[in-house]
């Protein structure tokens, strides 16, 4: 079981920047894939940003050059920075723990943070 904690959360203009964590109950390097997802009223939750336990990092198509995501290993902490935020990023974040055991995923989440960027 992994418990996670988003925090950082909050209203901020077009352009400006945010920075979210995520704490994590365990080891993040024992985790296969841990990541950021958001989801916006009437949409599907989507993918923004993942790393692997081996360190490869794959962003969304809409975040490429604005978000960030990091890792401080010796706090379990995750971060997404986002910058040149735009109206269209206004969605609850989330943060994901991915582990897989003899090839079943399991998926844990947090609680979700709200950002809402004004136009």
């Known amino acids: 079981q992994v418990q996670l904690v988003e925090s950082g959360g909050g209203l901020v203009q077009s352009g400006g920047s945010l920075r979210l964590s995520c704490v994590v109950s365990?080891?993040?390097?024992?985790?296969?894939?841990m990541g950021w997802y958001r989801q916006a009223p009437g949409k599907q939750r989507e993918l923004v940003a993942t790393?692997?336990?081996?360190?490869?990092?794959n962003y969304a198509d809409f975040v490429k050059g604005r978000f960030t995501i990091s890792r401080d290993n010796a706090e379990n902490t995750v971060y997404l920075q986002m910058n040149s935020q735009k109206p269209e990023d206004t969605a609850v974040y989330y943060c994901?723990?991915?582990?897989?055991?003899?090839?079943?995923?399991?998926?844990?989440w947090g609680q979700g943070t709200q950002v809402t960027v004004s136009s």
């Open positions: 790393f692997t336990s081996g360190g490869r990092i």
């Open positions: 994901n723990a991915r582990s897989i055991m003899r090839s079943t995923n399991y998926d844990y």
């Open positions: 365990k080891n993040i390097f024992s985790i296969s894939l």
